[in-house]
């Protein structure tokens, strides 16, 4: 089978987008594997798939595979390559679309510089549904917010913050970003048994109370250049911890996103950033792999 694709990216973070509203492509794990894959096939971080509008009230839907196949919930930086591909493919001609996720619906706004914002939906602290089980866990408060000691066997402990911006996160500060054991640690964090789906692990350096380094190990990826979802959490935490205020530019090893939150539990994230297409291309995908 042979299908086209379009490379992108978002602030390093890269993807390979699927056009799949004139019909289902209907790929197995092992073809989004393979599509991922930066020796066999094209090479992302993950796989977005854009889809007709499943309800009214809706532009289109949006589904995401990370690099090992595997369905998730949300994607920050793949949304606002997402919109960005259905405006320049002709999609759709509004500057601000909804569009459904496995866990709702999200909005996505073309500004006129050419950056996109993201609505986020506000962030989830609820630890069933993040999800995440803390029991046997030693807990401390920080301004009046849980946080929690991960042991992590020969690497120690993680002290971290734990919440949802539609897939999990666990956030933890560190002093320099560039020589913590990131590569170390994030795949111990990231499957931790308190997380019963795994979790993406963040390292939040904060250089002032408007300005933080980032770097964030993802669930089923490992380390990418940038995660918008992240870089979320990680504001958010900060803020709550009291550490940030409510507009945070976030500086990625691809790029810098800014996140605004007002602080309050109902009140959504909004997310800014680039947004590129890289190149477009066809492949021949194996049936059986």
């Avoid at 839907?61 to 949304?79: F, L, M, R, T």
């Avoid at 993680?158 to 020589?179: I, K």
């Avoid at 992240?230 to 205020?245: E, K, S």
Wanted: contains cysteine.
């Amino acid at each position: 089978m042979h299908i086209r694709f379009t490379k992108m990216q978002g602030a390093g973070n890269d993807f390979v987008v699927l056009d799949e509203t004139r019909g289902r492509l209907d790929l197995s794990a092992a073809q989004y594997r393979f599509l991922a894959d930066r020796h066999f096939g094209v090479g992302a971080d993950q796989i977005l798939s854009v889809r007709p509008a499943p309800a009214p009230g809706l532009d289109f839907e949006y589904v995401i595979h990370n690099a090992d196949g595997g369905e998730v919930e949300h994607c920050g930086n793949g949304a606002r390559c997402f919109v960005r591909y259905v405006i320049d493919k002709g999609l759709t001609d509004k500057t601000t679309v909804r569009v459904k996720v496995q866990q709702g619906d999200i909005e996505l706004r073309m500004n006129p510089d050419g950056r996109v914002t993201v609505d986020m939906g506000a962030p989830i602290f609820d630890w069933a549904r993040v999800p995440f089980n803390p029991v046997g866990l030693i807990s401390d408060q920080v301004h009046g917010w849980p946080v929690f000691d991960l042991p992590l066997g020969e690497q120690g402990m993680a002290r971290v913050a734990v919440l949802s911006m539609g897939n999990p996160h666990a956030v933890q500060r560190v002093d320099d970003v560039d020589t913590f054991a990131v590569l170390a640690q994030g795949p111990l964090i990231e499957q931790h048994p308190a997380f019963p789906k795994r979790v993406n692990a963040g390292f939040m350096q904060i250089v002032s109370r408007s300005q933080i380094r980032l770097r964030v190990y993802e669930r089923g990826t490992g380390e990418t250049l940038a995660c918008g979802t992240g870089a979320c959490a990680a504001v958010v935490a900060g803020i709550r911890q009291g550490w940030l205020d409510p507009r945070v530019d976030v500086q990625t090893r691809g790029g810098v996103l800014t996140i605004e939150w007002a602080g309050q539990p109902d009140s959504p994230v909004l997310m800014t950033g680039p947004a590129t297409s890289v190149f477009e291309g066809s492949i021949a995908l194996p049936d059986t792999l």
